[in-house]
């Protein structure tokens, strides 16, 4: 029998309109009405637009679309998101920025990262990264898997997360600024977070519902709808992912990521990395988590609203508790996904056809 469960506005923390950019792939209209069918009451753009969201000018061109979800630009660390010289992070903090994340890119540069902390601590702004080390990913475009093997796929190490994260830490160790590690992927990442959790140090983290519902090493096609960086971990990875949402390590975030079908078609050696996920993510997480982990859902619920306030800004914290928004979730009736309907201008996904229970009401 179904029953409408009702909690406090549902927030992703990691979302991408691509606008300006590519408003084929999405709009902020269309984005934010893929939001409002997935039952958001609120939704952080990351700043990996192009133009990279570096200024207080761009950060104001993405909140000029009226919807019944609340739009939060977060905005870039370095200037063009290219890693050399830090953004005016005291204006964007004024001006009510979410955090500050360059992602899509992993700032490598120890020293610069150490400074963009130092800087955003003093703010009591929250640094999120991209934690993928270029120089350990080179050509890569997948963990190993038989399907790597088999198609002669480049293969990106789970080393390329955990180094850094560690480094990650180690600087929000040294300058108390709070970090939040973005789609991890990895067991051993994980454990990195939950360890410097357990020592007290401000470091959040989340998990996407496709690295929790999927692993590489189940992969049989060169199917670029399982394209994404990080990539899709191991079963063991997967497993460790789960576990460590259902003990409250970890929130989730879509990182919904809508592209061209152009540019999705083509392989996982030339397709661009990512997946969109707005639409899905409610009923597949609570499937996921609720119903086959057994997790409280409660706990679920606050990994979608509770826990993604430790890493906004204040002024998007007080925002929020002006608006108040609801999420109501229908438990008890399974649903089969049909991409065909979503709001989204893109389609690449994985999820057509996937049953699942807890459905959002639209907003």
Not at 66 to 90: F, W
Not at 139 to 163: F, Q
Not at 194 to 213: D, K
Request: hydrophobic fraction near 40%; glycine fraction near 8%; aromatic fraction near 6%.
């Amino acid at each position: 029998m179904a029953e409408i469960l009702e909690f406090p506005g549902f927030i992703d923390v990691h979302v991408h309109f691509r606008d300006p950019g590519i408003p084929e792939a999405e709009t902020t209209a269309s984005g934010l009405a893929s939001a409002a069918r997935g039952g958001f009451g609120a939704v952080v753009t990351m700043p990996n637009t192009l133009p990279a969201c570096d200024s207080v000018e761009l950060l104001d061109y993405q909140r000029k679309i009226p919807s019944p979800v609340a739009l939060y630009p977060s905005v870039a660390i370095t200037k063009g998101r290219n890693g050399k010289e830090l953004v005016d992070m005291e204006a964007l903090a004024e001006k009510g920025a979410a955090f500050f994340t360059d992602d899509g890119s992993y700032v490598s540069d120890d020293k610069l990262m150490e400074e963009a902390m130092f800087r955003a601590a003093k703010l009591g702004m929250c640094v999120a990264d991209h934690a993928l080390d270029p120089r350990i990913v080179g050509s890569g475009v997948i963990r190993d898997c038989p399907l790597a093997r088999r198609a002669g796929l480049a293969v990106i190490p789970a080393s390329a997360e955990t180094e850094a994260i560690r480094r990650d830490i180690s600087v929000c160790r040294t300058t108390g600024c709070a970090l939040h590690i973005q789609h991890i992927s990895t067991a051993e990442g994980v454990a990195l977070v939950a360890a410097a959790q357990r020592e007290g140090l401000p470091v959040t983290a989340e998990a996407t519902p496709h690295h929790l519902l999927f692993a590489c090493d189940e992969l049989e096609m060169d199917d670029a709808n399982f394209k994404m960086a990080p990539p899709l971990g191991t079963k063991e990875d997967r497993c460790e992912l789960r576990k460590a949402v259902k003990e409250g390590s970890l929130m989730f975030a879509t990182d919904h990521a809508p592209h061209p079908a152009r540019t999705k078609t083509v392989g996982f050696a030339r397709s661009a990395n990512g997946i969109i996920g707005l639409e899905i993510a409610v009923a597949s997480t609570y499937s996921v988590m609720v119903l086959e982990e057994g997790m409280d859902v409660d706990a679920w619920a606050r990994a979608w609203w509770e826990m993604p306030r430790k890493v906004l800004s204040k002024a998007v914290l007080s925002d929020l508790d002006r608006l108040r928004p609801v999420t109501r979730v229908t438990a008890g009736e399974v649903k089969r996904t049909d991409v065909s309907s979503f709001a989204s201008l893109s389609r690449n996904c994985p999820y057509d056809g996937m049953e699942f229970d807890g459905w959002p009401q639209a907003r």
